[in-house]
């Protein structure tokens, strides 16, 4: 039952990756993979005991919960519905940084920036969308940066083409700039709430490699994209007369804010941080209703935050729910824990340990691997290998347009294709993960 379990897991990753031969929405084919893995899952609990195929920490956990009915109540009560609140708080993040976002270009807030943006060169615009991802990212976190980011690529970028490539970039930049901070990854946060790494030892220890991920890529696509870019038609950039320049300047200004003050109403709280991005919204949502009668009915139908919640794209929130619902199983039977225990067996060091990892995070989500790394290993606090796991957890998963949060996003944004990704973005990809890598063990030796 388990091999039945994983063969539909990979039968379901192999839809999404070919999402355009087959003509069926990625959306549907994660939902799918989610429902029915949990379901096998759960149906087949007890056969799975016996069996052996359930590790013994899960009838350990089972106990120690004090459930009644174990080991069925423990799997639903203890591992699903856990799981579905966690994923649950990354979908709310998801929707409320979309709707903002939406709303501030509904205003067309984002024209004050593309409008300064007067290059157009494609190498000098990769180093200037790149390096602003980059550090956006560290300070707000990859996800709601890559959100930002695409918005103002199809303000500046007309041939899809050029713009996917740049939108390649831009989540090599938002996963590299995220791992070096505390707050800019999800993986690199959880090491941080464990105390496994302290808050400036890993800006010291990761920002040189995770800068080198960064720059290799941008010195690769800078050499195979010369020439200039073509803009958007000027009247698909039409500003409504009513929308006047301190309309646009509060809506930046708002929106900007609002996204950087949610880590640190995560930091002052401690409550997760959908819920100060439930804030923001809520707060830029009243701004919205009273700026609202200083327009036009017409352009008021097209600005609020209701018709900004219509241009999200659920789509891509499901496909986020499928996804996770999906790798959420593997972890409740234990296959990520028992991975990670059989790296750790066959590979020489715990180096290569955490560079496998990140190579592994492309194609599974970080999250539940990082957490196995957690529980596998009693190191102290700012151990090399904590460092180590916390940039290849962080970047990995920009080998793969599906491995990380950013990618996701883009991918369900701007409809790019996985096989697309694979071929034009992933070689770049994995060329800079390696390369950052090494200077991120040689940094970890010399400040030994």
């Given at each position: 039952m388990?091999?039945?379990?994983?063969?539909?897991?990979?039968?379901g990753?192999?839809?999404?990756?070919?999402?355009h031969?087959?003509?069926?929405?990625?959306?549907?084919?994660?939902?799918l993979?989610?429902?029915?893995c949990?379901?096998?899952?759960?149906?087949?609990?007890?056969?799975l005991m016996?069996?052996?195929?359930?590790p013994d920490?899960?009838?350990?956990e089972?106990?120690?919960?004090?459930?009644?009915?174990?080991?069925?109540?423990?799997?639903?009560?203890?591992?699903?519905?856990?799981?579905?609140?966690?994923?649950?708080?990354?979908?709310?993040?998801?929707?409320?940084?979309?709707?903002?976002?939406?709303?501030?270009?509904?205003?067309?807030?984002?024209?004050?920036i593309?409008?300064?943006?007067?290059?157009?060169?494609?190498?000098?615009?990769?180093?200037?969308?790149?390096?602003?991802?980059?550090?956006?990212?560290?300070?707000?976190?990859?996800?709601t940066?890559?959100?930002?980011?695409?918005?103002?690529?199809?303000?500046?970028?007309?041939?899809?083409e050029?713009?996917?490539?740049?939108?390649?970039?831009?989540?090599?930049?938002?996963n590299?700039?995220?791992?070096?901070?505390?707050?800019?990854?999800?993986?690199?946060?959880?090491?941080?709430?464990?105390h496994?790494?302290?808050?400036?030892?890993?800006?010291?220890?990761?920002?040189?490699?995770?800068?080198v991920?960064?720059?290799?890529?941008?010195?690769?696509?800078?050499?195979?994209?010369?020439?200039l870019?073509?803009?958007?038609?000027?009247?698909?950039?039409?500003?409504?007369?009513?929308?006047?320049?301190w309309?646009?300047?509060?809506?930046?200004?708002?929106?900007?804010?609002?996204?950087?003050?949610?880590?640190?109403?995560?930091?002052?709280?401690?409550?997760p941080?959908y819920?100060?991005?439930?804030?923001?919204l809520?707060v830029?949502?009243?701004?919205?209703?009273?700026?609202?009668?200083?327009?036009?009915?017409?352009?008021?139908?097209?600005?609020?935050v209701?018709?900004?919640?219509?241009?999200?794209?659920?789509?891509?929130?499901?496909?986020?729910?499928?996804?996770?619902?999906a790798?959420?199983?593997?972890?409740?039977?234990?296959?990520?824990?028992?991975?990670?225990?059989?790296?750790?067996?066959?590979?020489?060091?715990?180096?290569?340990?955490?560079?496998?990892?990140?190579?592994?995070?492309s194609?599974?989500?970080?999250?539940?691997?990082?957490?196995?790394?957690?529980?596998?290993?009693?190191?102290?606090?700012?151990?090399?290998?904590?460092?180590l796991?916390?940039?290849?957890?962080?970047?990995?998963?920009?080998?793969?347009?599906?491995?990380?949060?950013?990618?996701?996003?883009?991918?369900?944004?701007?409809?790019?294709?996985?096989?697309?990704?694979?071929?034009?973005?992933?070689?770049?990809?994995v060329?800079?993960?390696?390369?950052?890598?090494?200077?991120?063990?040689?940094?970890?030796?010399?400040?030994?």
């Open positions: 388990k091999t039945l379990i994983l063969t539909f897991f990979v039968l990753y192999l839809a999404i990756a070919l999402e031969k087959l003509k069926i929405n990625k959306a549907a084919s994660a939902l993979i989610g429902a029915i949990w379901a096998l899952y759960v149906v087949n609990l007890d056969s016996v069996s052996g195929a359930i920490w899960f009838s350990i089972a106990a120690e919960s004090g459930v009644t009915d174990v080991p069925l109540h423990f799997a639903i009560e203890g591992q699903h519905l856990i799981q579905t609140g966690e994923i649950a708080s990354i979908l709310f993040f998801l929707m409320g940084a979309m709707t903002i976002v939406e709303l501030v270009d509904s205003h067309e807030s984002f024209a004050l593309t409008d300064r943006i007067q290059t157009k060169s494609k190498r000098s615009l990769l180093c200037t969308i790149g390096t602003l991802t980059f550090f956006m990212s560290a300070v707000l976190d990859n996800l940066t890559t959100i930002v980011m695409v918005s103002l690529l199809r303000k500046l970028i007309h041939d899809r050029d713009r996917l490539k740049f939108l390649g970039l831009v989540v090599i930049a938002a590299a700039g995220g791992a070096w901070t505390v707050i800019g990854d999800v993986t690199t946060t959880m090491l941080w709430i464990k496994k790494l302290g808050t400036i030892e890993v800006m010291q220890e990761l920002f040189l490699g995770s800068l991920c960064f720059l290799v890529p941008l010195a690769g696509f800078a050499y195979t994209m010369p020439g870019i073509e803009t958007p038609p000027r009247m698909e950039r039409h500003v409504p007369k009513d929308i006047r320049p309309h646009q300047w509060l809506f930046l200004i708002l929106g900007l804010t609002a996204l950087l003050g949610v880590p640190a109403f995560k930091t002052f709280t401690h409550l941080p819920m100060g991005m439930i804030l923001s809520a830029l949502w009243i701004v919205s209703e009273l700026v609202g009668h200083t327009l036009e009915p017409q352009t008021r139908s097209t600005t609020g209701l018709p900004a919640l219509k241009r999200v794209d659920m789509s891509s929130i499901l496909f986020f729910l499928g996804i996770l619902l790798v959420g199983s593997l972890g409740a039977m234990g296959v990520l824990h028992e991975t990670a225990m059989w790296l750790d067996h066959v590979l020489p060091n715990r180096e290569i340990v955490a560079i496998v990892i990140g190579l592994v995070s194609i599974v989500d970080n999250v539940p691997l990082v957490a196995a790394g957690i529980e596998m290993y009693d190191m102290p606090m700012n151990d090399p290998f904590w460092m796991l916390a940039y290849c957890a962080g970047t990995g998963g920009s080998c793969l347009i599906i491995g990380s949060a950013a990618g996701v996003a883009a991918m369900g944004i701007e409809h790019v294709d996985f096989i697309w990704y694979l071929k034009k973005i992933g070689p770049w990809a060329f800079g993960y390696f390369c950052g890598a090494a200077v991120v063990v040689a940094t970890l030796s010399l400040s030994a």
